[in-house]
């Protein structure tokens, strides 16, 4: 089950080393964001090797699920990182397995380079760039549907009302395929992930099995409820 998947990462994400692994600019002060024990803990139980995460910054994210790579993981991992902006050089450079690509997540450039990067659907997915419902499902559309991620992250699910609109349909759609991790991982701007189907793009059979159910049960009880009204009137006529 997806919620024990992720218990475990978090448990054993919190025992791997993400000293340096920092948000913000590099303080000898800063310690490491609690999501991202969970990011290296599911890196390494799920043992995933093809990574993308849409929003470096600083790089806190990909260094951490860097450092979760499993032993021989290490040899054939591919760690790709989009940012609009190009931050904290000197220190992602002594990560050679993670490359970086800048600009817009949303053009057709980057999309084209990052799908590029990798060579095989990829296992994880991390999309932390902007917070809005329309932003995150672009990148979505554009890039789930070309590399057919195993798993999605997002960041920020409750942050605000558009992210909260998006995480409660993709909820609806995904069921016990959408796990809330913002206990877990103690972060009230919310986190969550999605065990994503890698034949997504396929499942409209599904979705138009599920429409027709709904009319189906829709118009059975539409006809059981005028069968009753038929007999109740049928009832008075009678007791008339
Ligand atoms: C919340 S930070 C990412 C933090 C990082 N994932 C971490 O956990 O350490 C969001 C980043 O997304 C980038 N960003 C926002 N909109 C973007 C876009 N359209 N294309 C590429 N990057 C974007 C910003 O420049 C910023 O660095």
């Given amino acids: 089950m997806l919620a024990d998947i992720c218990k475990q990462a978090m448990k054993e994400g919190q025992k791997i080393d993400l000293s340096g692994c920092v948000y913000g600019k590099p303080k000898d002060t800063d310690k490491p964001s609690n999501y991202y024990y969970f990011l290296a803990g599911l890196v390494k139980t799920?043992?995933?090797?093809n990574i993308l995460d849409l929003g470096t910054k600083n790089g806190g994210s990909i260094m951490s699920m860097s450092r979760g790579i499993h032993g021989q993981g290490r040899v054939r991992n591919r760690l790709v990182t989009v940012d609009i902006e190009y931050l904290n050089k000197e220190k992602l450079e002594k990560y050679p397995n993670i490359q970086r690509i800048?600009?817009?997540v949303l053009s057709k450039r980057v999309l084209?380079?990052?799908v590029e990067s990798f060579d095989r659907e990829i296992?994880?997915?991390f999309i932390d760039t902007l917070h809005e419902y329309k932003h995150?499902?672009?990148i979505i559309t554009l890039?789930?549907?070309k590399l057919k991620p195993k798993y999605i992250i997002f960041d920020d699910i409750h942050l605000n009302y558009s992210m909260e609109k998006l995480w409660r349909r993709l909820t609806k759609e995904f069921r016990d395929k959408a796990f809330d991790l913002t206990e877990i991982i103690g972060r009230e701007a919310g986190f969550g992930i999605i065990l994503w189907d890698r034949a997504?793009?396929?499942n409209w059979l599904k979705i138009l099995v599920d429409f027709l159910t709904i009319r189906i049960v829709l118009t059975l009880r539409m006809t059981v409820n005028l069968i009753k009204r038929i007999i109740r009137k049928l009832k008075k006529l009678l007791g008339k």
């Avoid at 799920?46 to 090797?49: A, D, E, H, I, N």
């Fill in 123 to 125: 296992d994880l997915m």
């Fill in 102 to 104: 800048q600009g817009d």
């Fill in 143 to 145: 890039y789930a549907n």
């Fill in 136 to 138: 995150v499902q672009r």
């Fill in 112 to 114: 084209k380079k990052t």
């Fill in 200 to 202: 997504y793009k396929l």
């Fill in 46 to 49: 799920q043992r995933l090797t």
